[in-house]
């Protein structure tokens, strides 16, 4: 079974609980509420609005037509990523006041959102962009806003892992990619981030679902800025940072640089550059 295909059939079944969450409340004598179907994707891309690197290095990060990203440490060594994996365990909307909820399967309502709990397996760099939601029902109203929640990835020996995803066990997102220094032009990059955490993804104007039509929303990651404030190139200059045997880089839980954890500074550029907007892209 193709990962895109698995995932949708994550996607459908929530989409089912969901359907008589929202349709299912009745009792005020006026029906059921009308409902529009959302799809929502997620992705890492270049910011647009991103600074121009040095003479001879093009776009501080540039998304390539081969499913790669490249993004730039302090030094501007760029860094070429073909797959960023994650695991998502939650997908949180918030609701607009007013509209209808009710608890069903995978859906829990709050005061305020909707959560939609279950495993899914996302390459952020895939295309067309994974989905996260597939035709979820929701009332109609204007949203502002959604929280996806990272956790790190456990095997509980049921098979249901898909085999690319093997190497994210005991984490939560990792990246892969190739990065040039002393020399060597494709050094392999495995960055291993341990979050169990949310990141939001807010639109202050609101997406409005206005019909019972379909909608494609997106969660885009600013993956510009991931690496640029990390000073990776200085430390492996003065051997705070050591490489593999082979050559390779690994960063993970366990490397600072500069006195400070990588991770702890990756995270904070992942949390901080996010974008909710409609998708014109898959």
């Known amino acids: 079974m193709k990962i895109k295909t698995l995932f949708v059939k994550i996607g459908l079944s929530a989409s089912m609980g969901a359907l008589c969450l929202i349709a299912c409340t009745g009792g005020t004598g006026e029906g059921n509420p ?24 093009g776009a501080l990060a540039k998304a390539a037509a081969s499913d790669t990203l490249q993004m730039f440490d302090e030094g501007m060594t760029p860094y070429t990523i073909q797959h960023i994996y994650t695991h998502i365990d939650q997908v949180e909307i918030e609701r607009p006041k007013g509209t209808n909820c009710r608890n069903a399967d995978s859906v829990q309502c709050t005061d305020s959102t909707i959560l939609v709990s279950g495993s899914r397996y996302i390459d952020l760099l895939e295309k067309p962009s994974p989905i996260i939601l597939n035709d979820f029902p929701l009332p109609l109203g204007v949203y502002t806003g959604m929280k996806v929640r990272f956790s790190k990835l456990v095997d509980h020996g049921d098979g249901k892992i898909p085999g690319p995803y093997d190497p994210l066990i005991g984490h939560s997102i ?6 040039p220094y002393n020399g060597v032009p494709n050094r392999d990059l495995t960055i291993y981030l341990d979050i169990e955490d949310a990141f939001a993804f807010e639109n202050a104007a609101g997406l409005a679902i206005k019909t019972d039509s379909s909608y494609n ?4 990651f600013l993956a510009s800025h991931w690496l640029s404030n990390l000073e990776i190139t200085e430390c492996l200059n003065e ?13 993970d839980s366990g490397t600072s640089c500069n006195e400070k954890e990588i991770e702890d500074s990756i995270v904070e550029n992942v949390r901080h550059y996010t974008s909710f907007e409609t998708d014109d892209v898959r």
């Open 239 to 251: 051997n705070r940072i050591a490489l593999q045997p082979d050559g390779s880089l690994i960063i």
């Open 174 to 179: 990792l990246m892969k990619g190739t990065f």
């Open 217 to 220: 929303w997106a969660g885009i």
């Open 34 to 57: 009308e409902l529009g179907s959302l799809s929502v994707s997620l992705r890492a891309q270049a910011d647009r609005t991103a600074p121009k690197a040095s003479a001879g290095l």
